[in-house]
């Protein structure tokens, strides 16, 4: 089962003016619902890299209501799992931070001992050069790992 | 209603012992149970830095039953509650990497516009020295600290 594309990024009627995380459309869209949306944030260190976007704008995890939560965990598990499956990651990260932008985002990102930062955080300081870029060592078509990540968001509970 | 002192730190049967968190006591023991205990970091530039970490040798979130992945969730987000009310923090960071040690923690960080390294992440570019330390700045009692998170667990569903 494929997922459908999703629709194209319209701000809710909440959207603060002030936040870019609900007035722009940035990254490469995955899926969305009436809640959430997921991009693939094209980052070009790290090309398996989600991000599961609130669609309201919620600062803290804490504020959203228990069965919010729990969707947005069920989501996060959903990304993490198709990474694992497809790449076979060393390990996947996931975090929400929001110092820059406080609206509610969570990052789901695969890393490889090979990669840029390993065993560094994203956010540290870079350890090495990944000789012909991440995405070509990576060697995989990320718009059916897209495809694939959609399809298993679209089965979520 | 106050928590107890958690009991002492006893690596489980099944603790791998190549792994730190199975093995080694760090931090300032806050609350445990069977499944999970929480810790105070002691990082001199981040004072109020918790971990929640599976008392099992687990590396991704994803690997947990749901009961788990939920119980966890609540854990984190009752410590994320505490520092909100007490110190009233620019953000919450919540961060589950694993690249150094691939056993199951959750980063819980009250960040604030005056630390070391805001808005760049815990593990970034320091921006800053705080005079007189973190700790002077933040100028509340720990203990006190502790005492509210680990209640706030001990009533966690």
Partial sequence: MSAAA???????????????????????????????????????????????IARAHVGEFSALPAAQRARCMALVCAVERVLLERLAPRKINLAALGNMVPHLHWHVIARFAWDSHFPQAVWGPRQREVEGGARARLGIDLRALDAAVATALSQCP
């Fill in 6 to 52: 999703p629709a194209p990024f319209v701000p809710l009627p909440s959207a603060d003016p002030a936040c870019p995380l609900c007035r722009e459309h940035t990254g490469v869209p995955v899926w969305q619902d009436a809640d959430w949306r997921v991009i693939r944030a094209e980052d070009a260190d790290f090309p398996a890299f989600y991000r599961v």
